[in-house]
């Protein structure tokens, strides 16, 4: 039989077994808690910086894509045609916004415009029946400053209306942040 003190050895043996406790378990929950929030921080930074970073690229992009489609279009462009007095490239705006048509090397009548209401750079190649957007949020580089410029040749020996480039000026605004874009292009006729 057991005797009296080897009856509370196992009693006190019984009470204190090993394992964790209440406090040690509140403690590493709550070491874990901290744990997970900083992982779910940094992810939730490496995320956003991820998207705007797509956004950028995006509108990147698209600018470039659009500048290069509208310099291209401008330089093949005839200035003048057969006649050198009735220009074929022209630079106005209509009172929504500014704009430069032309007739392109497939003899296409091509629109660009900035229209100012909806903030958007469209494209029309049927002369103004079907428009497409081909830039969101566009405004011009200063205030009231018009997004094509028309600039007169330099050599005297052309007629007057005839248009020796384009300068091509804007900016996208986009999620705060700001694209200044800038082109020129030359007719294929004028020769500096």
């Not at 992810?43 to 797509?54: E, K, M, V």
């Not at 995006?58 to 509208?70: A, D, E, F, I, P």
């Not at 428009?131 to 050599?155: K, R």
Request: glycine residues 6%; contains cysteine; negative net charge.
């Amino acid at each position: 039989m057991a005797t009296n003190k080897q009856l509370q050895k196992q009693r006190l043996s019984a009470r204190y077994r090993p394992g964790l406790s209440i406090i040690e378990i509140l403690i590493a929950l709550s070491i874990a808690a901290l744990l997970l929030t900083a992982t779910a921080v940094a992810f939730d930074a490496a995320f956003r910086n991820y998207q705007s970073n797509c956004d950028m690229t995006t509108t990147s992009v698209s600018c470039r894509n659009s500048l290069y489609q509208m310099t291209s279009t401008i330089r093949s462009a005839w200035n003048g045609g057969d006649d050198p007095n009735s220009p074929v490239i022209d630079v106005y705006d209509d009172g929504t916004g500014d704009k430069c048509s032309l007739v392109d090397a497939d003899g296409r009548d091509v629109i660009y415009w900035h229209k100012t209401a909806t903030r958007q750079l469209q494209v029309s190649i049927d002369g103004g029946v079907n428009w497409y957007v081909m830039v969101d949020d566009v405004y011009p580089i200063s205030v009231d400053e018009p997004v094509f410029t028309a600039v007169a040749p330099d050599n005297p020996g052309f007629s007057e209306g005839t248009l020796g480039k384009v300068i091509i000026r804007f900016k996208v605004q986009h999620n705060g942040t700001s694209y200044p874009i800038t082109a020129t292009a030359v007719p294929r006729n004028i020769i500096y």
